[in-house]
């Protein structure tokens, strides 16, 4: 019955959607206090909806909830209130009982990619055993030729053996991206994924995300700091303050850096410089 429950209220969300964050908020501190003086409301409120096939780059002034709001959405951390729904289904929130921390885990493990700055390799793993271990997380069948399909795809077809420690950053990267890829998952969050690598290997980096998109009609949502960076996205959702301070659709490198700028202007003592992060 309950069941049946869930199956209802999911069925009312739009096909075609990856994501939908439905009046997420999220406050940290010392939620005890009657005065609420120490309280952040890190997310305030933030409705969101992106298209399956949707790059989307999230940027804002240090501090305005920007890896609150992706570790909301991908299920890392559960919102104080509101709904996030992940292919048509609640992930958190939501008015039926809370899924339990296995039964999350084992969602976002099935639903959901990650692609971190630092790549969160497992040094003594080959790159064909780190692009497949979310499959032997989940207790999947894992075959050596999806490894090496995945790996070729993202150009490393010829590293399947070499441990992280023989690869650049750039290589590196590439393999987090295919280990987020080897799930298929519903979305894959990038978190500052060229914080750490040059112009050139940011710049492949970017590419072969886009092209999960374009090409394999994957949806990827990315933090960064970086309006080069951004420029790759489809659209840009701005955050100030844990609100929601508009979006730029096809945005070019100097139409990102000007609103940003003018974010500056709305918040109170900072500066362009801090929230480009240059
Ligand atoms: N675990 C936590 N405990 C207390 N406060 C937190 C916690 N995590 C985040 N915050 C606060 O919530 C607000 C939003 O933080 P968040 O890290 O999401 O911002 P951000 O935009 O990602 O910042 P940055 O660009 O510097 O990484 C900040 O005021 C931060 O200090």
């Given at each position: 019955?309950?069941?049946?429950?869930?199956?209802?209220?999911t069925s009312e969300y739009g096909r075609g959607e990856?994501?939908?964050l439905v009046r997420v908020t999220k406050t940290y501190g010392d939620t005890g206090t009657a005065e609420g003086g120490a309280l952040v409301k890190a997310l305030d409120d933030v409705t969101l909806s992106l298209p399956t096939g949707s790059f989307t780059a999230v940027m804002g002034p240090s501090g305005s909830g920007k890896s609150t709001l992706l570790h909301c959405a991908a299920g890392l951390d559960r919102p104080?209130?509101?709904?996030?729904?992940?292919?048509?289904e609640e992930m958190t929130g939501g008015p039926g009982p809370a899924r339990g921390e296995a039964a999350l885990t084992k969602f976002r493990r099935t639903r959901i990619g990650f692609v971190f700055q630092?790549?969160?390799?497992?040094?003594t793993l080959t790159v064909a055993q780190n692009t497949v271990l979310p499959l032997r997380l989940a207790g999947r069948r894992v075959h050596r030729a999806r490894a090496e399909q995945i790996l070729t795809g993202v150009g490393l077809g010829d590293r399947l053996g070499h441990t992280p420690d023989q690869l650049?950053?750039?290589?590196?990267?590439?393999v987090a991206?295919?280990?987020?890829?080897?799930t298929e998952p519903s979305v894959i969050f990038a978190d500052e994924p060229t914080g750490a690598l040059d112009t050139r290997s940011a710049r492949d980096v970017l590419r072969l995300l886009q092209e999960t998109v374009r090409l394999h009609g994957r949806t990827v949502v990315m933090v960064t700091?970086?309006?080069?960076?951004?420029?790759?996205?489809?659209?840009?959702q701005f955050l100030a303050d844990g609100r929601l301070a508009g979006q730029m659709r096809a945005p070019t490198v100097d139409q990102i850096a000007e609103r940003l700028a003018h974010l500056g202007d709305d918040l109170d003592g900072t500066s362009a410089t801090t929230m480009t992060g240059v």
């Amino acid at each position: 019955m309950r069941k049946n429950h869930r199956h209802a209220r999911t069925s009312e969300y739009g096909r075609g959607e990856a994501l939908r964050l439905v009046r997420v908020t999220k406050t940290y501190g010392d939620t005890g206090t009657a005065e609420g003086g120490a309280l952040v409301k890190a997310l305030d409120d933030v409705t969101l909806s992106l298209p399956t096939g949707s790059f989307t780059a999230v940027m804002g002034p240090s501090g305005s909830g920007k890896s609150t709001l992706l570790h909301c959405a991908a299920g890392l951390d559960r919102p104080d209130s509101g709904l996030v729904v992940v292919d048509g289904e609640e992930m958190t929130g939501g008015p039926g009982p809370a899924r339990g921390e296995a039964a999350l885990t084992k969602f976002r493990r099935t639903r959901i990619g990650f692609v971190f700055q630092q790549y969160n390799l497992l040094p003594t793993l080959t790159v064909a055993q780190n692009t497949v271990l979310p499959l032997r997380l989940a207790g999947r069948r894992v075959h050596r030729a999806r490894a090496e399909q995945i790996l070729t795809g993202v150009g490393l077809g010829d590293r399947l053996g070499h441990t992280p420690d023989q690869l650049s950053g750039g290589q590196r990267q590439r393999v987090a991206i295919a280990r987020a890829l080897v799930t298929e998952p519903s979305v894959i969050f990038a978190d500052e994924p060229t914080g750490a690598l040059d112009t050139r290997s940011a710049r492949d980096v970017l590419r072969l995300l886009q092209e999960t998109v374009r090409l394999h009609g994957r949806t990827v949502v990315m933090v960064t700091h970086d309006p080069v960076a951004a420029s790759y996205a489809d659209t840009v959702q701005f955050l100030a303050d844990g609100r929601l301070a508009g979006q730029m659709r096809a945005p070019t490198v100097d139409q990102i850096a000007e609103r940003l700028a003018h974010l500056g202007d709305d918040l109170d003592g900072t500066s362009a410089t801090t929230m480009t992060g240059v």
